[in-house]
């Protein structure tokens, strides 16, 4: 990751934050050097604690920080936009209830409308397809196809202002993770992975989310600072 | 186009409506094939009225109508959404200030998650390269492109059921469209296509949309319907 400086100052990142340890540890190290402008996103979802968690993650890193609503209903059908869909408690073959319709499309497709307005070039994600939960939306392949459609999308990518989609966590485990944040210096008990995490963030210690992070500190041997209900 | 049967129903589309000329004409022509869901979008554009125009055509076609609403200041610094900066009354080389940062991705981003939600396997939008404004999330290389990442995006398209997404209007001229749409019985009296229609829907007849619409009508012979203030 190198820096784009404009004319003697940062330039301008836009990062997805969703208040999660792999956002967090994508803005820490974002923050070192761009200017951040983090987004997150109220779609509904069952746990809305992670977006004050990415509040307190923004603040830390001096990041402007936009909270953007998505319309009720358009992301249904998922254990994380339904209460009536039980958040499963062992990870499963194949894709889980708790995947999302085009949830990465459409914080990217906002991340890139932001992007242009604001004359940034780089869109940062922390998406990983290594320890994950078999999201479509979170393998290499998906990153590539948006960013490839988001150059002949844009006025600016016409003009050749080329927008990079960054996904600098996409091959590692969740303990190279942790690991890399925590000499980053991120506080991980910041972070709420957990998919039902309570209004305090506490976790529930059972959900994939929390089965793969738990794990991850384990592998990294590194304390996990998760406050568990 | 040829319509999918699904165990003796109509297959689902999804189809984006914005109350213009070219978004009546496919739904038209799409709703004599399938069960249509039509989107609609505030995204805080100058002109709701053709969101007003939609909501009549949806009607017509007998199609479910959803109006979805774009947090505001995502599509920021366009003639369609800052009302500080004017609409052009003559057309200009490159790509004008009317130009929405990302408005179709954004758009197709949410009709993605709105048919995988529908089980819906097509999606129809009305852009068209041959006379228009120079967007380029009009041109053929970008419907491909979305396609394509749309297809890697979606539990559905990596469980086989491929996205498809249909510009049925994207070669054709702005006459051949009306002679079509014509044909298929589309009254032209209810779209909207002016940047800046009053609420009544009435037309200003200067801007690029409008000089667009207008030579299209006289090139086809067909009378213009379209109410001027």
Same mark, same amino acid.
């Given at each position: =990751?190198?820096?784009?400086?404009?004319? %003697?100052?940062?330039?301008?990142?836009? #990062?997805?934050?969703? %208040?999660?340890?792999?956002?967090?540890? #994508?803005?820490? /190290?974002?923050?070192?050097?761009?200017?951040?402008?983090?987004?997150?996103? !109220? *779609?509904?979802?069952?746990?809305?604690?992670?977006?004050n968690a990415a509040t307190q993650l923004a603040k830390r890193y001096?990041?402007?920080h936009q909270i953007i609503k998505i319309d009720g209903g358009v992301m249904a059908g998922s254990a994380l936009t339904d209460v009536t869909i039980a958040v499963p408690?062992? =990870?499963?073959?194949?894709?889980?209830v708790t995947y999302v319709p085009a949830r990465n499309t459409l914080f990217l497709s906002h991340a890139l +409308?932001?992007?242009e307005v604001l004359s940034s070039? &780089?869109?940062?994600?922390?998406? !990983? +397809? #290594? &320890? *994950?939960?078999?999201?479509?939306?979170?393998?290499?392949?998906?990153?590539?196809?948006?960013? !490839? =459609?988001? !150059?002949?999308?844009?006025?600016? %990518?016409?003009?050749?202002?080329? /927008?990079?989609?960054? +996904?600098?966590? $996409? &091959?590692?485990?969740?303990?190279e993770? $942790?690991?890399l944040g925590t000499k980053a210096g991120v506080d991980y008990s910041l972070t709420v992975s957990c998919y039902q995490a309570n209004?305090? %963030?506490?976790?529930?210690g059972n959900c994939d989310s929390c089965q793969l992070r738990r794990k991850g500190f384990e592998e990294a041997g590194i304390t996990d600072p998760t406050r568990y209900f």
């Open positions: =990751m190198s820096a784009i400086k404009t004319a %003697g100052r940062q330039a301008k990142a836009v #990062v997805l934050l969703s %208040g999660g340890l792999d956002s967090a540890t #994508v803005l820490a /190290l974002t923050s070192q050097e761009f200017e951040c402008h983090a987004l997150s996103f !109220n *779609y509904s979802q069952r746990s809305l604690s992670e977006i001096a990041a402007n408690e062992k =990870m499963s073959d194949g894709i889980p +409308a932001v992007a070039q &780089d869109i940062f994600i922390g998406v !990983n +397809a #290594v &320890d *994950y939960s078999g999201y479509p939306d979170c393998r290499p392949e998906y990153i590539s196809a948006f960013e !490839n =459609m988001a !150059n002949l999308a844009t006025k600016a %990518g016409v003009e050749g202002k080329r /927008l990079r989609l960054h +996904a600098p966590l $996409i &091959d590692k485990s969740k303990a993770i $942790i690991a209004e305090q %963030g506490e976790a529930c």
